[in-house]
């Protein structure tokens, strides 16, 4: 029987498959192996650790280019369209918040975003320790807005706040008993998003005009 031919893309992508269908947890080299038709220890030929594959996998969840990146507009304007496509990453491919937790990125096209980013903050004022600080404040906003607040359970979580809140009682709890439409609202969902997106960019703005 003739070997199967593979590559490190291949091996990836299926990967990454493999976690966007089943999660993080799917994910073992005995598990790959039998999605992709070979022995295990044919996946140590390409990749030496299960890290070394999940850093191929993030590379594969980031598509082939940067063609669809803004490079024109304000500085702010870019920065929100930015933060928004990081969104839209992540929840694309829920498991790279679980990844993300484990192991930093540190593979050079993993940082395509954040020199834009940079670029922008730079752009705006900001001398470059400031930049690197704000920028690291919205890799976490972001990253930390999808791991708390994902839209496949954006319904729910309003739910479950309103619920909780109204259960309160409110001799103890005056202000959260009398909030809960406002409260479920700032659960989750893209009005939130953006409001606390924008809310850190007038904090940056504010501080660029020092």
Avoid at 161 to 174: C, K, Q
Wanted: hydrophobic letters at 45%; charged letters at 25%.
């Amino acid at each position: 029987m003739a070997t199967r031919t593979l590559n490190r893309d291949e091996i990836a992508a299926t990967a990454l498959d493999l976690v966007d269908r089943d999660g993080l947890e799917a994910l073992s080299m005995r598990r790959l192996a039998d999605e992709l038709g070979v022995g295990t220890m044919t996946l140590y030929g390409y990749f030496r650790s299960k890290a070394e594959l999940l850093d191929a996998l993030m590379d594969a969840s980031l598509g082939t280019g940067d063609g669809e990146l803004p490079d024109s507009g304000t500085w702010r304007e870019r920065i929100v369209t930015l933060s928004r496509a990081m969104r839209g990453w992540l929840e694309s491919h829920p498991a790279l918040v679980q990844i993300r937790m484990q192991q930093t990125m540190t593979r050079p096209r993993q940082f395509v975003v954040t020199e834009r980013i940079v670029g922008a903050l730079l752009e705006a004022g900001l001398d470059r320790q400031e930049a690197a600080r704000a920028f690291r404040v919205l890799f976490t906003y972001v990253f930390g807005f999808v791991a708390f607040s994902p839209t496949a359970t954006a319904d729910s979580a309003r739910r479950e706040v309103r619920s909780a809140l109204a259960a309160l009682p409110p001799d103890d709890y005056p202000l959260l008993s009398s909030m809960t439409d406002e409260a479920a609202a700032a659960a989750a969902g893209d009005d939130q998003f953006d409001y606390g997106l924008e809310l850190i960019l007038d904090g940056i703005e504010a501080r660029a005009a020092h």
